[in-house]
C-alpha cells in the first residue's frame, strides 16, 4: 500500500490537452491519461471540472465520467473567457488522484477580420469592397458556424449595410459603399443558437478617383482626440479647382498653433484633387495632414477646443477639434 500510495502521489493521471495558450477550437476537446494503471486500476470514474476561475467556482462544467479520459465539449465557449480545468480520479479499489489544476486557456475570438482592419485605417478603391475573416474549428453541431455583416459610419455609429446568411468566411458589398466616408464593419458569428460579434480594429474608407467638385474642409477624425488607440488626428480637405492653399491649426483666440501647409511636404500653390486620404490599400490618413497635439517645435498644447483653417478658392473653411491631451 505504501508503494501504491507514493505513486498517486506522483501524479497518476496527467492532463494531456489543452495545457495553455489559446484554444484551437470553440468547442474544444479535454484529454488526460492515467500513468499507472497498478496504482490506479480500472474501473476508474472521473470527475471533470472545467471553470471560469483557478478556485473552479464558476464552473463551466462539472461531469462524472467512466473508463473513459476524454471529454468533447460541444457547446461554444464565449471568446475571451480564460478556462482552467481539473480531473479527479478514483479507482474501484479506493485510490484516488488528480490532475495538477490546468491553464488557464483562453477562448479564441469567433471571427477575426482580415480584411479592411487596419488600426491606422485603411483604404480602398473598390465601391463594392470584400470584408473577410477567419474563424476557429467548431464542431458540429452546434456547427457549422454562419455570418452576417454589419457595416457602420464611424461618425455616427448608423447602420449602412446588412449581409445576413453567410455560409463562408467572405463576402462582398451588393450595393456601392458611399466615398470619402469613414466605416466600420463587424462579423457576427452564429453557433446554434449562439452569437459572438467581432468589430474591425480600425476605419476604412471608399476612395473616389475623380476629382472633387466643391472645395471641402472635411471634419478631422479621430475627434475628440487621442482615440482608439490613435494619438493624431486626420485631416482630409478637397480643392476643386488648382490654387493657393493655407492649411493651419488656431487656438480659439486665432493664435497659430501649427501650419501644415505650405511647409516641408506641401507647397503654397497645390493641384485640384483630394487631399489627406492614404494611399489605395495603405492607412486611412496621409501622415503628412495629421496633427498629433503639438507645435512646430514640438511642444504638447493643453487640452481643449482648437481650430482647422483651410484658406482655398478665395474661401476660408474652419472645423473644431478637441485635443484631449497627451504626454510627452
Known amino acids: 500500500m505504501l ?12 492532463p494531456l490537452e489543452p495545457v495553455d495558450g489559446v484554444l484551437a477550437s470553440i468547442t474544444p476537446t479535454f484529454r488526460w491519461t492515467v500513468t499507472d494503471t497498478l496504482a490506479l486500476p480500472r474501473p476508474i470514474a472521473y470527475r471533470l471540472r472545467i471553470a471560469r476561475d483557478s478556485a473552479l467556482q464558476r464552473l463551466l462544467v462539472d461531469t462524472m465520467l467512466t473508463d473513459t479520459a476524454r471529454y468533447d465539449l460541444l457547446r461554444p465557449v464565449k471568446p475571451g473567457y480564460a478556462l482552467r480545468w481539473r480531473v479527479d ?9 488528480s490532475t495538477r489544476l490546468t491553464g488557464p486557456v483562453t477562448v479564441p475570438r469567433w471571427a477575426t477580420p482580415t480584411t479592411l482592419n487596419d488600426p491606422a485605417g485603411a483604404t480602398t478603391d473598390d465601391p463594392r469592397p470584400t470584408f473577410a475573416w477567419v474563424s476557429p474549428p467548431v464542431a458540429t453541431p452546434p456547427g457549422p458556424l454562419s455570418y452576417e ?15 445576413p446568411d453567410l455560409p463562408t468566411t467572405s463576402a462582398q458589398s451588393p450595393v456601392p459603399l458611399e466615398t470619402n466616408v469613414a466605416y466600420r464593419w463587424a462579423v457576427v458569428t452564429r453557433a446554434g443558437l449562439d ?3 467581432d468589430r474591425s480594429v480600425g476605419v476604412f474608407v471608399v476612395l473616389d478617383a475623380t476629382l472633387p467638385r466643391t472645395t471641402l474642409l472635411f471634419q478631422n477624425f479621430p475627434n475628440p482626440f487621442p482615440a482608439a488607440g490613435r494619438d493624431a488626428t486626420c485631416l482630409w ?20 498653433v501649427r501650419r501644415l501647409i505650405p511647409g516641408p511636404d506641401f507647397a503654397a500653390l497645390l ?3 483630394r487631399y489627406g486620404r492614404g494611399a489605395a490599400g495603405g492607412p486611412v490618413c496621409d501622415a503628412r495632414l495629421s496633427w ?23 474661401a476660408n473653411f474652419f472645423r473644431r477639434i478637441v485635443f484631449r491631451g497627451g504626454a510627452r
Not at 3 to 14: E, K, M, R, S, Y
Not at 89 to 97: F, I, K, L, N, P
Open 271 to 273: 493641384p485640384a484633387g
Open 237 to 256: 480637405f478637397d480643392l476643386a479647382t488648382t490654387g493657393p492653399v493655407a492649411l493651419v491649426i488656431l487656438d480659439l483666440r486665432g493664435n497659430l
Open 149 to 163: 455583416v454589419l457595416v457602420y459610419r464611424a461618425s455616427t455609429g448608423a447602420l449602412v449595410l446588412n449581409i
Open 89 to 97: 480520479a478514483m479507482a474501484a479499489t479506493g485510490m484516488r488522484d
Open 292 to 314: 498629433d497635439g503639438t507645435t512646430a517645435d514640438g511642444r504638447i498644447v493643453p487640452p481643449g477646443v482648437y481650430l482647422t483653417k483651410l484658406t482655398a478658392s478665395g
Open 3 to 14: 508503494g501504491l500510495a507514493v505513486a498517486v502521489q506522483q501524479a497518476v493521471v496527467q
Open 195 to 197: 452569437t459572438s460579434v
